[in-house]
């Protein structure tokens, strides 16, 4: 992907379409809207659907007193009528009505439902223009704060850049996540922790092992610090079959606990887990017994993983004690795994 200097597509963009010198409200703007069209909602809902059907065959709304895709903006604004707009794509609304429009009516589009809390709907439509700038090889970014000044006021950077880097880590493009992440980080826009844990997982999903670090470790060092989810994730990514390394690990739930943050029956499960894998239920062992002893938090995944590896290593009387632990400790047994003794 063609990269490009932060704010130079935006540049770019005024410089061939430049927006009014004050941009009104996007209150006003949309009654602007409304009061050109002296319809019913039914009329003028059934108009805008027909527009959206036969996109195509317009060339040009230049002479158009009201925009081609604007009436749309208004009724979604009376109406939050999803089904009216979700078929619209936006490369077709480009190759119709030019880029300019139909990115101003679908930054509008995105205010009204963001204002509606549709924020699933809004990741939608940005879906939709980031999908397009990524099809014309061209970076995103600097396309950001444009869609927020042509909202008028309804939608926010931090919302809009933090809306791009979950579309773009929920469809596994990794690296324009992590570009845009760490470009609202430089803006000064404070990315929560749920996103930030979000993207670490798609990297760890994805094998980005030394992103997923780089990424985790900036978390320590600057902002948001992680939570227990975020080191779970990381105790994930050690104890996985690819990026195996129980050592590192180990180390992980140590760092946790000495941040103060307190682990979750999960991450020992999976610690558990992956002492087994390396062949050493006896460690595993020993590890429950101090969770045990600690009154720390395991559950009967941890004792199913257990089982699962002395039975693998053919300590079939040490899977039985183990068995027995789990009905003291009057957690359900798991039948797929408990009836390897039967």
């Known amino acids: 992907m063609i990269k490009s200097e932060p704010g130079l597509l935006r540049r770019a963009l005024a410089a061939r379409f430049p927006l009014p010198v004050s941009l009104p409200s996007f209150a006003s703007s949309l009654l602007s809207f409304d009061g050109q069209a002296c ?25 158009d007193p009201l925009p081609a895709f604007f009436p749309v903006v208004a009724v979604a604004l009376r109406t939050l009528n999803w089904t009216l707009v979700q078929e619209v794509r936006f490369s077709e609304a480009a190759a119709s009505h030019g880029f300019p429009h139909a990115l ?49 006021g309804a939608l926010g950077l931090l919302q809009v ?106 991450a020992y499960d999976m610690y558990i887990r992956g002492l087994c894998r390396a062949g050493d239920a006896k460690s595993a062992w020993e590890f ?21 590896g002395f039975c693998r290593e053919g300590e079939l009387e040490n899977a039985l004690l183990v068995f027995q632990e789990l009905k003291q400790q009057r957690l359900t047994p798991d039948l797929d795994k408990s009836n390897v003794f039967y």
């Open 104 to 152: 101003e009516a679908f930054a509008m589009l995105m205010g009204v439902f963001s204002l509606g809390g549709m924020q699933r709907e809004v990741r939608c439509l940005l879906a939709g223009v980031l999908g397009f700038c990524r099809h014309a090889d061209c970076s995103s970014i600097g396309l950001l704060p444009t869609l927020v000044e042509l909202s008028r």
């Open 288 to 308: 429950l017994q101090d969770l045990q002893s600690r009154g720390l938090p395991c559950n009967t995944n941890c004792y199913n993983a257990l089982i699962l």
């Open 161 to 266: 850049y933090g809306a791009a880097v979950q579309v773009l880590a929920e469809h596994l493009l990794v690296e324009d996540a992590l570009e845009t992440y760490y470009e609202a980080r430089r803006m000064g826009l404070q990315i929560g922790v749920p996103l930030s844990n979000l993207l670490l997982k798609v990297l760890v999903k994805s094998n980005n092992m030394d992103k997923a670090k780089c990424l985790f470790n900036n978390m320590k060092s600057c902002s948001p610090l992680p939570n227990v989810y975020s080191y779970t994730i990381m105790v994930h990514m050690y104890t996985s079959k690819d990026t195996f390394d129980i050592y590192e690990a180990g180390k992980i739930l140590t760092e946790m606990e000495m941040s103060g943050v307190k682990p979750n029956a999960v």
């Open 39 to 63: 319809y019913s909602n039914d009329d003028v809902e059934g108009a805008a659907a027909g527009k959206l059907r036969n996109a195509k065959s317009i060339d040009s709304c230049a002479g």
